[in-house]
């Protein structure tokens, strides 16, 4: 068996543990297993990855595996992954072991919970891993639908309007991207849905480029928050559970993204460089808009919700730069936003739990009653506004130094105005943290509330070891995402 397999039958394992499961130890052993077990498998595959490149291993994609599905449509399980993937599988592993502690005292109905987002976690994987076009629609699908179930039955307020806003527009956006995907096969020309084998063909027709790119773009953007698609995100968090929140945010929107670069601008090139600027505007709205609304909303996952379309804004402006610099900053945009946003969710879930309200109005004085949560929650917002030493600054910085690389006035005309977020973030984040954790408890039954539990300690550390570690030491992962960049990037340059 193929080692990238592994990531579909942990969770396939774990889905098939949890059925036979009987009591909520059980249930519990089962999750933390399958979830160490992934993170473990998620470590080894780096090192495997770091090794095969160190020992002068130059192919595309490593660990490649083909087996044939369907001939007359030529859809195979195709597997391989690069820096970009690896990355993005270890993010995965992090979310999804750290979701699970974040989850444990979760009721009712507990094994179904856990079910619907094994599953989810299953499609995440099999998506990162693909490299056939069909292949990773099929997991891409797998991943958005227990969204519905979570949010509409675990969620909270408004959680059917949420839920079925948020399946409403994500299947729209599929739909989309299933018409570009079958363009881009039948356009092609191509007896393959490697896309791999489809980008080496490089015979897709510019005119039929410009249909594609557009719509495969979209349907990946719309899950990338990218404006106006992207007002079920908001809705969506607040309503989610609190670790459904983390790997929707965390992990499930770094798919449109991954997306977007991975096959609309890496198999349609020259649309890409044609039609970049019209999504290069959207994006930049996407930035400035998302930090603005985020400054006026009073509910703790409402904010967070609004920085996630900033912050998954900035992923796409930088993709849309064609070049390096920025596209490198875009992943590591996707590693650093998805370990802050998992970690504010985490927090504010534990916050509500404990004084159900995320009102900010009603909230005051929590760092003298609950000071480990309240110092978590500083060391998440010094890492939203890009405090250097924390991941949120390398991937910025990387960001905004690659755009400016682009010497014409209509794109540094953009930049600047994307950098303006950084000021407006550091406006509502500092200011949030003043008002929630600092000044008197008004409230008195906030004042008998308790600290974090040892379940919670686990999942908030080992982001926040994460968050630190990217921001200390981005070197590794930035050349391991630099290299497996360069291929897309050598196409897009004009």
Request: proline share 3%; glycine share 10%.
């Amino acid at each position: 068996m193929n080692f990238l397999s592994i990531f579909v039958l942990i969770p396939l394992l774990m889905l098939a543990g949890l059925w036979a499961a009987r009591g909520i130890k059980a249930i519990r052993g089962v999750m933390v297993t399958g979830a160490s077990a992934l993170l473990i498998t998620s470590v080894v595959l780096t090192f495997m990855y770091l090794g095969e490149r160190s020992a002068g291993n130059t192919a595309e994609m490593l660990f490649r595996a083909d087996t044939l599905w369907y001939a007359p449509l030529h859809i195979s399980y195709s597997v391989g992954v690069d820096g970009i993937s690896v990355a993005m599988l270890l993010l995965s592993a992090v979310i999804v072991f750290t979701g699970t502690f974040a989850s444990w005292r979760l009721q009712p109905l507990t094994k179904e919970y856990f079910l619907w987002f094994t599953l989810l976690s299953m499609g995440v994987f099999g998506f990162f891993i693909s490299i056939d076009l069909f292949t990773m629609f099929m997991f891409y699908e797998i991943a958005l639908i227990p969204m519905y179930l979570l949010i509409g039955v675990w969620g909270s307020g408004r959680k059917e309007y949420a839920a079925m806003k948020l399946t409403l527009m994500l299947m729209g956006g599929s739909a989309f991207l299933l018409i570009g995907i079958l363009g881009i096969y039948f356009g092609s020309g191509a007896t393959t849905m490697n896309l791999l084998e489809i980008a080496q063909l490089h015979n897709i027709p510019f005119a039929q480029q410009c249909i594609w790119f557009p719509l495969t773009f979209l349907g990946f953007g719309v899950l990338g928050a990218l404006f106006p698609f992207h007002t079920w995100s908001p809705d969506g968090h607040a309503s989610a559970p609190t670790a459904v929140s983390m790997l929707h945010a965390g992990v499930l929107m770094k798919l449109g993204g991954y997306g977007c670069f991975r096959i609309a601008m890496y198999l349609m090139p020259e649309a890409a460089n044609e039609l970049s600027w019209i999504f290069l505007i959207l994006t930049g709205i996407s930035v400035v808009y998302g930090a603005f609304s985020a400054c006026v909303q009073t509910d703790l996952k409402y904010i967070n919700a609004y920085s996630s379309v900033s912050h998954c804004g900035l992923v796409l402006f930088a993709i849309l730069m064609l070049n390096q610099t920025a596209a490198t900053g875009a992943i590591l945009q996707m590693l650093s936003h998805g370990l802050m946003t998992a970690l504010f969710f985490a927090l504010i879930g534990m916050i509500y739990g404990r004084t159900h309200t995320r009102d900010v109005r009603e909230l005051a004085g929590l760092m003298k009653v609950m000071p480990f949560l309240s110092v978590c929650y500083v060391i998440a917002g010094l890492a939203n506004l890009g405090l250097p030493g924390l991941s949120g600054f390398i991937a910025e910085m990387t960001i905004f130094v690659g755009s400016f690389q682009n010497n014409d006035v209509f794109h540094r005309t953009l930049t600047i105005i994307a950098c303006s977020s950084i000021v407006i973030t550091a406006v509502y984040i500092l200011r949030l943290v003043g008002k929630i954790l600092y000044g008197t408890c008004t409230n008195k039954h906030h004042l008998a509330l308790t600290d974090a539990t040892w379940d919670e300690r686990v999942a908030v550390i080992c982001l926040i070891v994460c968050v630190a570690g990217l921001g200390m030491a981005p070197f590794w992962v930035s050349h391991m995402i630099g290299e497996s960049v360069l291929p897309v990037v050598s196409q897009l340059i004009p």
